[in-house]
């Protein structure tokens, strides 16, 4: 699975709250488990921990472990690392990395540099980036930092260390969905890459757990994969 907000996104406010509010900070530490299933069977796990290295400075470590006919077909363990600082309540990629164990040479890179606001992948592409441009890992603690308003739409960038892919969001709203703390509002995203409105990213967030993403389909045109989140320490 796997952002550049225009400044017009930003000014909008589209994912900010009242500066009346708290600041929101992420936890110490935290630690995720999600299940993934196609058509309703189970096909493996997605385990994602954020930790604080230093004063607004975190990495994400993930790895995704398949199960059954999955695992035959995958036959490999897929890790991903994401190092990222916050600054007043936004986040800034440093540098990411996935790659699937058995062959590190498949590895995709990207090193962001906000000095010269360029992000450089190792397949020799560079992109220009501005505050709000994420990475697939790091942009689900966006969310938290940055709540989404209800109603709302809008562009997003995400760099995935092959290309940098420009994103619509809509924020659809608020509907119940059964969690492991039972039923709970969550708030509903979906996002579609430009010219491909067959390809949908839907996101449920849990609004009174930090706006953690609780649910998460991947809807492509011949299958839906669901992340589900079974465990979260942390919080």
Known sequence: MKFKLSRTFLSSCLFLQSSALLAVE???????????????????????QLKRESEGRYTVNSETNARGIAAMLMKDVYREESTFRVEKDMIYPLKYHQAPDKKPEKARIAIFDWEKKKVSLNNDRIYDISPGVQ?????????????????????????????????????????????????????????????????????????????????????RPSYKMTFTLEKAEGL
């Open 26 to 48: 992420l936890p110490a530490r935290l630690d995720l488990v999600y299940r993934a299933e196609v058509a309703g069977m189970n096909i493996g796990t997605l385990n994602r």
């Open 135 to 219: 990475d697939p890992a790091s942009f689900l603690f966006f969310w938290m930092l940055n709540p989404p308003a209800e109603g709302q739409k809008g562009t997003i960038s995400l760099v995935d260390g092959k290309r940098m892919t420009k994103y619509e969001f809509k924020i659809i709203g608020i509907e119940q969905i059964n969690t492991i703390w039972g039923e709970i509002s969550a708030l509903r995203i979906e996002r579609q890459k430009e010219g491909e409105p067959e390809k949908i990213l839907r996101m449920w967030l849990a609004t009174d757990k930090q706006y953690l993403p609780v649910v998460i389909e991947n809807v």
